[in-house]
T-cell receptor, first 112, second 112 residues
Framework: KQEVTQIPAALSVPEGENLVLNCSFT??????LQWFRQDPGKGLTSLLL?????REQTSGRLNASLDKSSGRSTLYIAASQPGDSATYLC???????????FGGGTRLMVKP | EAQVTQNPRYLITVTGKKLTVTCSQN?????MSWYRQDPGLGLRQIYY???????DKGDVPEGYKVSRKEKRNFPLILESPSPNQTSLYFC???????????FGPGTRLTVT
């Protein structure tokens, strides 16, 4: 059964820092991987989707990489801002593309 | 505006009283899913649907039913709710299997 782990569970940084969030998964036979952001009491907002054949995806200050063979993905946030404070979740699709397994999330606090 | 809507947003009910949480999407997506989110357990998939009249179990289907009679709607039915179904529920949709998932705002359910 697929297991997804995110490290660290919580992170507090000063504004302006570049930071890396990590996601690992146990079964490398994935369809694709998606990163989300969740604000307290709110739904999930999609940040980036990486197809299993891709190595990375970029959107603005966000860059996500995928190393399927080693079961790892990283989310890089450049020049962090207080508005980036949220919980970041990664999720992997199984090979059939119908089951999504989530990691526990990284709770990020960016201090002004 | 492209969106996934859920109703109700908040619900307090008693053990055994049947309830339905509605989910609707306006993006003509084929895939729809239900998740529950619990502290310490993260997000887990309850059921998913690949198209009208096609549904299948996720990781935690016990105690839930779904139906997909129209493409845009995917209601979640709790025929006899129990306190262990107290949770935050999310509906999501995607254009295809393994595609980018769009989440609804969530329904907070309390069963006493």
């Amino acid at each position: 059964k697929q297991e997804v782990t995110q490290i660290p569970a919580a992170l507090s940084v000063p504004e302006g820092e570049n930071l890396v969030l990590n996601c690992s998964f146990t079964d490398s036979a994935i369809y694709n991987l998606q990163w989300f952001r969740q604000d307290p009491g709110k739904g999930l907002t999609s940040l980036l989707l990486i197809q299993s054949s891709q190595r990375e995806q970029t959107s603005g200050r966000l860059n996500a990489s995928l190393d399927k063979s080693s079961g790892r993905s990283t989310l890089y946030i450049a020049a962090s801002q207080p508005g980036d404070s949220a919980t970041y979740l990664c999720a992997v699709y199984n090979n059939a593309g119908n089951m999504l397994t989530f990691g526990g999330g990284t709770r990020l606090m960016v201090k002004p | 505006e492209a969106q996934v809507t859920q109703n109700p947003r908040y619900l307090i009910t008693v053990t055994g009283k049947k309830l339905t949480v509605t989910c609707s999407q306006n993006m003509n997506h084929e895939y729809m899913s239900w998740y529950r989110q619990d502290p310490g357990l993260g997000l887990r998939q309850i059921y998913y649907s690949m198209n009208v009249e096609v549904t299948d179990k996720g990781d935690v289907p016990e105690g839930y039913k779904v139906s997909r009679k129209e493409k845009r709607n995917f209601p979640l039915i709790l025929e006899s709710p129990s306190p262990n179904q107290t949770s935050l529920y999310f509906c999501a949709s995607s254009s295809a299997g393994g595609g980018e998932q769009y989440f609804g705002p969530g329904t907070r359910l309390t069963v006493t």
